[in-house]
């Protein structure tokens, strides 16, 4: 099992930018590619980001390419998100996961935590 747990949502401005945190506990962190999800109301669940298992590819959705990055520590079994020049379409809860793969499809992730806020006003 791996438990996960994000932080580090809010309400911002259009242009602003936030970072998102996501701690990983139980099983090997550093076996798992990490990746974010967000869902806005009344629209699925998307890919965002995602980082393999040493940290080496990552993967990104084409509507924040150049405005978000993840990145992961293992000292602290955490993997962040760092978005900029956030814009109001980001608006959504977004979700860390674990995965045995670098993956952009939900099917491929085993664990995900409970999400996290992020609003962005025009």
């Known amino acids: 099992q791996v438990q996960l747990v994000e932080s580090g949502g809010g309400l911002v401005q259009a242009g602003d930018s936030l970072r998102l945190s996501c701690v990983a506990s139980g099983r090997t962190f550093n076996r798992y590619a990490m990746g974010w999800f967000r869902q806005a109301p009344g629209k699925e669940r998307e890919f965002v980001a995602a980082i393999n298992w040493n940290g080496m590819n990552t993967n990104y959705a084409d509507s924040v390419k150049g405005r978000f990055t993840t990145s992961r520590s293992y000292a602290s079994n955490t993997v962040y998100l760092q978005m900029n020049s956030l814009k109001p379409e980001d608006t959504a809860v977004y979700y860390c996961?674990?995965?045995?793969?670098?993956?952009?499809?939900?099917?491929?992730?085993?664990?995900w935590g409970q999400g996290t806020q992020v609003t962005v006003s025009s």
């Open positions: 996961a674990a995965a045995p793969m670098l993956s952009s499809l939900r099917a491929t992730y085993d664990y």
